[in-house]
């Protein structure tokens, strides 16, 4: 059986958390920007810790886990 969990996870958390696409946090003009499809350095590095956070929490301390086969 193979596991898809972390790979589902992944794929979510990486679309849903892309800087600009959904939200930008710290945006542009304010503390949170929704939906202008821009990006800054900062904003990728908070992000991507967000990101990692929920990763870890995800994989790691829930043990998300989808089996097909």
């Not at 193979?2 to 304010?30: H, K």
């Amino acid at each position: 059986m193979e596991d898809w969990g972390p790979v589902v996870i992944a794929v979510v958390l990486f679309v849903l958390l892309t800087p600009g696409l959904l939200f930008q946090l710290p945006g542009n003009n304010r503390m949170v920007d929704f939906g202008n499809m821009e990006t800054s350095g900062i904003s990728i590095f908070v992000h991507t810790i967000i990101y990692f956070g929920l990763i870890t929490i995800f994989l790691i301390a829930i043990g998300v886990h989808i089996y097909t086969g």
